[in-house]
């Protein structure tokens, strides 16, 4: 069956150290996105990419990075200058019309102590 | 830029209809979406409405107006799974979503 996964599920790390969250789809599709969500709050657009090689900053991309080698993969880098990286992080991706919305992964929780 | 507007929390009874609303400001307009979300999951999607009017799905139900930047979400024959945060998400010209901070249903017996 197709969809979307996120590895890990749960990720610690010490403050001040980068980390990278896996994303993979096989559900072909050509557009993938990654969003932040904190508490009681709705999703915050990080970075987003329509197609392979090319990646678009969303509304909080500082402090994060991205690449898009594969159309499979979008994975999402936390780096050391994200004041705040507590917070759960979901990917997903889309058809070019996205008439049918969004396939998301699982979710990772990242937690920085 | 994009404002999305929704109610925070709503509390309904088991087998009544509940009806949330939701209202945008965007330039681009190019759709808007539904998701359902359980507590700690990844959300699903529910809606799409590009076009005014309403779009029916079993027990969902979705209402959109263009030009009052206005949408609805219709739940009938409420159930206690139903609880849930529901988020709305406008899509732009862009083919980016932009979504709401998401209301909290709460199902009681």
């Known amino acids: 069956d197709g969809g979307i996964t996120q590895s890990p599920k749960y990720l610690f790390r010490k403050e001040g150290q980068n980390v990278t969250l896996s994303c993979e789809q096989n559900?072909?599709?050509?557009?993938m996105y990654w969003y932040r969500q904190d508490p009681g709050q709705g999703l915050r657009l990080i970075y987003y990419?329509?197609?392979?090689?090319?990646?678009q900053k969303g509304d909080i991309a500082e402090g994060y990075s991205v690449s898009r080698e594969k159309k499979e993969s979008f994975p999402l880098t936390v780096t050391s200058a994200q004041k705040n990286p507590t917070a759960f992080y979901l990917c997903?991706?889309?058809?070019?019309?996205?008439?049918?919305?969004?396939?998301f992964g699982s979710g990772t929780r990242l937690t920085v102590v | 830029g994009q404002n999305i507007d929704q109610p925070t929390e709503m509390t309904a009874t088991e087998g009544a209809i509940v009806q949330i609303n939701c209202t945008y400001q965007?330039?681009?307009?190019?759709?808007l979406f539904w998701y359902q979300q359980h507590a700690g999951e990844a959300p699903t999607f529910l809606s799409y409405?590009?076009?005014?009017g309403l779009e029916e799905k079993g027990r969902f139900s979705s209402f959109l107006s263009r030009s009052k930047g206005y949408s609805y979400l219709l739940l009938k024959e409420l159930q206690m799974k139903d609880s849930a945060s529901y988020l709305c998400?406008?899509?732009?010209?862009?083919?980016?979503?932009?979504f709401g901070d998401g209301t909290t249903l709460t199902v009681k017996p």
């Open positions: 990419s329509q197609i392979v090689n090319d990646f």
């Open positions: 998400a406008v899509k732009t010209n862009a083919g980016k979503s932009t």
């Open positions: 965007t330039s681009g307009f190019n759709g």
């Open positions: 559900l072909n599709h050509d557009a």
């Open positions: 409405n590009v076009l005014d």
């Open positions: 997903a991706s889309s058809i070019r019309a996205g008439l049918k919305g969004y396939t």
